[in-house]
């Protein structure tokens, strides 16, 4: 589904991503670790098509397209999810407004017709459901005045809707309590399939506790310097990442 | 950003005004030029009582002693007030047109194309319109309906002829011809638009509505509006302005009064989309407008609000002199400039009664090279005891080539009195808009959404059918402005 080749991006001349390189299939879930600054959020950003960043090298294959010939809207409506590690704030713009935009614009890219008022609120309620989602925060303004968890939770109810084929979550455990955690990695969790794959870039070991990866990756300095199966991750709890960085030769 | 400039450019040219068309159809014109004879020949062709014509000479002679102002934050050329033609009509049966079949067929196939029909049966919702064209008003729908609730809804002219006392009474007594150059300049000139009576206590049942169109070359458009409500009345009033695109510049300067009397509430929405000129910043009215309201009775409340996408300079202040006891003043403003396009928009709140009360809330939206000012003056006198004003003032750039300016201007001059002023600048994020392209809006909509988003407590004040439009309009007049 996704593959990347040697992936070099820079901001404002300075290079963060060193050349990564990196397999998705669908049916996977991938976890990326690693300490601050290590580029996480970087690639999360390349990968959405964020133009605050530079591709200096590298390619990458998303369905058989190159992904870097597609706008940021293209990509989404492929199928491309990325959560918001800081969702945004749009003022004045309710939710169901926001949600019914972005529904439509992507069926109108699949050739599909709009979904009807009905349907649309229909689906809105079924996926609030699945996410746990108080249904007072969808008549607000997107993310306007929303707690630092209803904002991770609205990312996933997001996700939820536009059912992407590829999830990018971004440290969406992040100042998460462990109730919080629960809901969103259970909405995670429901939503996989054969068909989709995710990859959910985290801090800590603990939302692996929910969401179990296929594989995890440890990304540092701007290089996936170990993949391994689930149990790595609990290596690196133990240990943090020092005991990896020594063993690299930059 | 080089690439992006183009870009723009290229999203510019293509966006194009829609009302941008011309009608042929044969006008009966003066020559250019203003002078105490053009004066009296307006005068004549209407077929003016007295009193009218010595109005008219009063303010001509105010005017030629007076200069143009300056203070506005706007660049304007020079205008050439001899080079423009002060009356130009589409020509009619000599008694003018008294049913719909009396009208010009390209007449009505014009307001047609604007989607203002001007045949009764054929209009679902209950919105009476007066149809200006250039010089004069060819068509008012519902009279006879609202005559029966004793509403007197018709052009200027025709209240001149028909009901003398109360333009006698009315014209003039909230904008004197000595309020301004523009103001001396329509009195003196004027030579149509829309006269509405409301008797006491009567609701009016639907939206009255003046359609401006500017249709002939080098041709000044200078209407005058005049509402009043009598004690318990109420009115909601709604006006709509568009010309040609071509390469002059063109001149509007109207004047719209406002009475309500005790109790009464007048609305006034305007949606204002004259030509704004190219993409380069050529052609375009120039747009000077004197709007004032008087709550002339106890409790009574005038409320304007306006969305101002066109012309190429607007120069435009509705304001409210609050002097009955308790009266309410409100002001709600989008003014969305782009490309070269400039504004200088606001209000003035008078507080004269008691307990009056007043609310200012101006959203500006400015990309391209366009200059928008929000100026505004709230003025406490010493008997308003126990007023309030709120005013807000907020300001959106999209680009760094813009600018927005706030001037408010406040003078509390007693003691129980609070006025509350509050005002933003942002510029629409750039992370907002990537976070609407992640769920695959494009960026023009996304730029739709957030500043229909950002005007929307404007927006939600206008009746219904108007905001839809609004909405379309704020979104067509940024096409391109971001890259």
């Given at each position: 589904?996704?593959?990347?080749?040697?992936?070099?991006?820079?901001?404002?001349?300075k290079?963060?991503?060193?050349?990564?390189?990196?397999?998705?299939?669908?049916?996977?879930?991938?976890?990326?670790?690693?300490?601050?600054?290590?580029?996480?959020?970087?690639?999360?950003?390349?990968?959405?098509?964020?133009?605050?960043?530079?591709?200096t090298?590298?390619?990458?294959?998303?369905?058989?397209?190159d992904?870097?010939?597609?706008?940021?809207?293209?990509?989404?409506?492929?199928?491309?999810f990325?959560?918001?590690?800081?969702?945004?704030?749009?003022?004045?713009?309710?939710?169901?407004?926001?949600?019914k935009?972005?529904?439509?614009?992507?069926?109108?890219?699949?050739?599909?017709?709009?979904?009807?008022?009905?349907?649309?609120?229909?689906?809105?309620?079924?996926?609030?459901?699945?996410?746990?989602?108080?249904?007072n925060?969808?008549?607000?303004?997107?993310?306007?005045?929303?707690s630092?968890?209803?904002?991770?939770?609205?990312?996933?109810?997001?996700?939820?809707?536009?059912?992407?084929?590829?999830?990018?979550?971004?440290?969406?455990?992040?100042?998460?309590?462990?109730?919080?955690?629960?809901?969103?990695?259970?909405?995670?969790?429901?939503?996989?399939?054969?068909?989709?794959?995710?990859?959910?870039?985290?801090h800590?070991?603990?939302?692996?506790?929910?969401?179990?990866?296929d594989?995890?990756?440890?990304?540092?300095?701007?290089?996936?310097?170990?993949?391994?199966?689930?149990?790595?991750?609990?290596?690196?709890?133990?240990?943090?990442?020092?005991?990896?960085?020594?063993?690299?030769?930059? | 950003?080089?690439?992006?400039?183009?870009?723009?450019?290229?999203?510019?040219?293509r966006?194009?005004?829609?009302?941008?068309?011309?009608?042929?159809?044969e006008?009966?014109?003066?020559a250019?030029?203003?002078?105490?004879?053009?004066?009296?020949?307006i005068?004549?062709?209407?077929?003016?009582?007295?009193?009218?014509?010595?109005?008219?000479?009063?303010a001509?002679?105010?005017?030629?002693?007076?200069?143009?102002?300056?203070?506005?934050?706007?660049?304007?050329?020079?205008?050439?007030?001899?080079?423009?033609?002060?009356?130009?009509?589409?020509?009619?049966?000599?008694?003018?047109?008294?049913?719909?079949?009396?009208i010009?067929?390209?007449?009505?196939?014009?307001?047609?194309?604007?989607?203002?029909?001007?045949?009764?049966?054929?209009?679902?919702?209950?919105?009476?319109?007066?149809?200006?064209?250039?010089s004069?008003?060819?068509k008012?729908?519902?009279?006879?309906?609202?005559?029966?609730?004793?509403?007197?809804?018709?052009?200027?002219?025709?209240?001149?002829?028909?009901?003398?006392?109360?333009?006698?009474?009315?014209?003039?007594?909230?904008?004197?011809?000595?309020?301004n150059?523009?103001?001396?300049?329509?009195?003196?000139?004027?030579?149509?638009?829309?006269?509405?009576y409301?008797?006491?206590?009567?609701?009016?049942?639907?939206?009255?509505?003046?359609?401006?169109?500017?249709?002939?070359?080098?041709?000044?458009?200078?209407?005058?509006?005049?509402?009043?409500?009598?004690?318990?009345?109420?009115?909601?009033?709604?006006?709509?302005?568009?010309?040609?695109?071509?390469?002059?510049?063109?001149?509007?300067?109207?004047?719209?009064?406002?009475?309500?009397?005790?109790?009464?509430?007048?609305?006034?929405?305007?949606?204002?989309n004259?030509?704004p000129?190219?993409?380069?910043?050529k052609?375009?009215?120039?747009?000077f407008?004197?709007?004032?309201?008087?709550?002339a009775?106890?409790?009574?409340?005038?409320?304007?609000?306006?969305?101002?996408?066109?012309?190429?300079?607007?120069?435009?202040?509705?304001?409210?002199?609050?002097?009955?006891?308790?009266?309410?003043?409100?002001f709600?403003?989008?003014?969305?400039?782009?490309?070269?396009?400039?504004?200088?928009?606001?209000?003035?709140?008078?507080?004269?009664?008691?307990?009056?009360?007043?609310?200012?809330?101006?959203?500006?939206?400015?990309?391209?090279?366009?200059?928008?000012?929000?100026?505004?003056l709230?003025?406490v006198?010493?008997?308003?005891?126990?007023?309030?004003?709120?005013?807000?003032?907020?300001?959106?750039?999209?680009?760094?080539?813009?600018?927005?300016?706030?001037?408010?201007?406040?003078?509390?001059?007693?003691?129980?009195?609070?006025?509350?002023?509050?005002?933003?600048?942002?510029?629409?994020?750039?992370?907002?808009?990537?976070?609407?392209?992640?769920?695959?809006?494009?960026?023009?909509?996304?730029?739709g959404?957030?500043?229909?988003?950002?005007?929307?407590?404007?927006?939600?004040?206008?009746?219904?059918?108007?905001?839809?439009?609004?909405?379309k309009?704020?979104?067509i007049?940024?096409?391109?402005?971001?890259?």
């Amino acid at each position: 589904m996704l593959s990347i080749k040697n992936l070099h991006a820079n901001i404002e001349s300075k290079e963060i991503l060193k050349g990564i390189n990196l397999e998705v299939k669908a049916g996977e879930v991938h976890a990326i670790m690693g300490p601050n600054g290590s580029g996480k959020s970087t690639l999360a950003s390349v990968l959405a098509g964020r133009e605050l960043f530079t591709v200096t090298e590298g390619k990458v294959t998303y369905q058989g397209k190159d992904l870097f010939e597609l706008s940021p809207e293209e990509r989404a409506s492929e199928g491309i999810f990325l959560g918001f590690q800081y969702p945004i704030e749009i003022p004045g713009v309710s939710m169901v407004n926001f949600m019914k935009t972005a529904v439509n614009e992507q069926r109108k890219h699949r050739g599909l017709e709009p979904l009807s008022s009905s349907d649309f609120l229909k689906l809105m309620r079924e996926k609030k459901e699945l996410v746990e989602l108080d249904s007072n925060l969808t008549n607000r303004s997107v993310n306007e005045g929303f707690s630092g968890g209803e904002k991770k939770r609205n990312e996933i109810f997001q996700m939820a809707m536009l059912e992407p084929k590829l999830a990018i979550l971004d440290e969406t455990d992040s100042g998460l309590d462990i109730d919080a955690l629960r809901i969103v990695a259970n909405g995670v969790n429901k939503l996989k399939s054969p068909y989709n794959a995710s990859i959910v870039i985290t801090h800590y070991q603990r939302l692996l506790d929910y969401i179990v990866p296929d594989f995890v990756h440890v990304l540092y300095d701007g290089k996936i310097i170990r993949s391994g199966g689930k149990e790595l991750a609990f290596e690196l709890e133990e240990k943090g990442y020092d005991w990896l960085k020594k063993g690299i030769v930059v | 950003m080089e690439k992006d400039q183009d870009k723009i450019l290229n999203e510019v040219t293509r966006s194009e005004y829609k009302y941008g068309f011309v009608t042929n159809i044969e006008n009966e014109s003066f020559a250019k030029g203003l002078s105490e004879d053009v004066v009296r020949l307006i005068s004549q062709k209407k077929n003016e009582p007295e009193f009218m014509l010595e109005f008219r000479l009063k303010a001509f002679r105010y005017w030629q002693k007076m200069k143009m102002p300056k203070w506005a934050h706007l660049q304007i050329p020079e205008i050439n007030y001899q080079d423009i033609i002060y009356y130009s009509a589409p020509k009619q049966k000599a008694s003018g047109p008294k049913s719909i079949d009396d009208i010009d067929p390209e007449l009505k196939a014009t307001f047609d194309k604007l989607g203002i029909s001007l045949d009764e049966q054929k209009r679902l919702s209950g919105v009476a319109v007066d149809a200006v064209i250039d010089s004069i008003s060819v068509k008012t729908t519902f009279k006879e309906t609202l005559a029966e609730l004793g509403i007197i809804f018709c052009s200027f002219s025709e209240a001149v002829q028909e009901h003398p006392d109360l333009v006698k009474k009315y014209m003039g007594s909230v904008v004197p011809y000595t309020d301004n150059f523009f103001a001396a300049l329509n009195s003196a000139v004027f030579s149509d638009g829309s006269f509405c009576y409301i008797p006491k206590g009567v609701r009016c049942p639907m939206e009255l509505s003046t359609y401006f169109r500017i249709n002939a070359a080098n041709t000044g458009q200078f209407e005058r509006t005049l509402i009043v409500a009598e004690d318990d009345a109420s009115v909601s009033y709604l006006e709509g302005c568009t010309a040609p695109m071509r390469d002059e510049n063109q001149l509007h300067a109207a004047i719209v009064e406002i009475i309500a009397n005790n109790n009464a509430y007048v609305k006034y929405s305007t949606v204002q989309n004259w030509y704004p000129g190219d993409k380069n910043g050529k052609g375009g009215i120039y747009n000077f407008v004197t709007k004032r309201g008087k709550c002339a009775g106890e409790n009574s409340k005038i409320s304007w609000t306006q969305v101002e996408t066109g012309s190429a300079v607007t120069w435009k202040y509705p304001s409210c002199i609050l002097l009955g006891d308790n009266s309410v003043g409100e002001f709600y403003s989008v003014a969305v400039t782009n490309n070269y396009q400039q504004a200088d928009t606001g209000t003035k709140m008078i507080h004269i009664g008691k307990n009056t009360k007043s609310t200012i809330v101006s959203k500006g939206i400015s990309a391209g090279f366009s200059n928008n000012s929000y100026r505004g003056l709230v003025k406490v006198t010493k008997n308003a005891i126990n007023s309030r004003n709120f005013s807000q003032c907020d300001s959106l750039l999209l680009g760094d080539k813009c600018g927005a300016h706030t001037f408010p201007y406040i003078e509390v001059d007693n003691k129980d009195s609070i006025v509350e002023h509050e005002a933003t600048t942002s510029k629409i994020g750039e992370d907002q808009i990537f976070y609407c392209n992640q769920r695959g809006i494009k960026t023009e909509d996304a730029i739709g959404l957030i500043v229909n988003g950002y005007a929307k407590e404007v927006l939600n004040k206008l009746p219904m059918e108007f905001a839809v439009e609004a909405q379309k309009l704020l979104q067509i007049s940024l096409e391109g402005s971001v890259g």
